[in-house]
T-cell receptor, first 113, second 110 residues
Framework: GENVEQHPSTLSVQEGDSAVIKCTYS??????FPWYKQELGKGPQLIID?????GEKKDQRIAVTLNKTAKHFSLHITETQPEDSAVYFC????????????FGRGTSLIVHP | NAGVTQTPKFQVLKTGQSMTLQCAQD?????MYWYRQDPGMGLRLIYY???????DKGEVPNGYNVSRLNKREFSLRLESAAPSQTSVYFC?????????FGSGTRLTVV
């Protein structure tokens, strides 16, 4: 089955800096890669996703890149703000797995004012 | 805009007690899921229901049962709770690809 590794487990940055979270996956058939943000006491919320026919996708201050050859994808947050502090999860899914995602273990992002 | 609603939000059980976690979605999604979240372990799938009338095991189904009551509701039952089931439980429903999660149930088994 699919295996998703996520790094780092904790990331601490100063407000205004950029943050990068990296994930690798094992199943070359995976073709959909969502990212979720989980704020304290809440459920995860989808913030951005990318499909395997696209190399990069941006939405305001967040972007996701995908390297299919190397089987890794990354979340980039620019101009970080304290409200970006949360746990971020990457995931990978494919048609063979009924599109049920395999999640990474999460990255706790702390943005210091 | 309720989305996915879970009840209760918090629960403390004694070892051996039973309980049912309730989940309902109002988005007319076919697929519904139950996950547990433990520190450092990410989100692990317990059971899922691809459509009304069907249920399937996920990665960690032991000690749990589920019922897809209708298209809206998907419940998770612990027949005899164990301390290892102390966790935060999330219900989710799915569009073509992305999930909508509920706000979770924090369960402690003592």
């Amino acid at each position: 089955g699919e295996n998703v590794e996520q790094h780092p487990s904790t990331l601490s940055v100063q407000e205004g800096d950029s943050a990068v979270i990296k994930c690798t996956y094992s199943d070359s058939a995976s073709n959909y890669f969502p990212w979720y943000k989980q704020e304290l006491g809440k459920g995860p919320q989808l913030i951005i996703d990318i499909r395997s026919n696209v190399g990069e996708k941006k939405d305001q201050r967040i972007a996701v890149t995908l390297n299919k050859t190397a089987k890794h994808f990354s979340l980039h947050i620019t101009e970080t703000q304290p409200e970006d502090s949360a746990v971020y999860f990457c995931a990978a899914s494919n048609p063979g797995g009924s599109y049920i995602p395999t999640f990474g273990r999460g990255t706790s992002l702390i943005v210091h004012p | 805009n309720a989305g996915v609603t879970q009840t209760p939000k918090f629960q403390v059980l004694k070892t051996g007690q039973s309980m049912t976690l309730q989940c309902a979605q109002d988005m007319n999604h076919n697929s519904m899921y139950w996950y547990r979240q433990d520190p450092g372990m990410g989100l692990r799938l317990i059971y899922y229901s691809a459509s009304e009338g069907t249920t399937d095991k996920g990665e960690v189904p032991n000690g749990y049962n589920v019922s897809r009551l209708n298209k809206r509701e998907f419940s998770l039952r612990l027949e005899s709770a164990a301390p290892s089931q102390t966790s935060v439980y999330f219900c989710a429903s799915r569009t073509a690809y992305g999930y909508t999660f509920g706000s979770g149930t924090r369960l402690t088994v003592v």
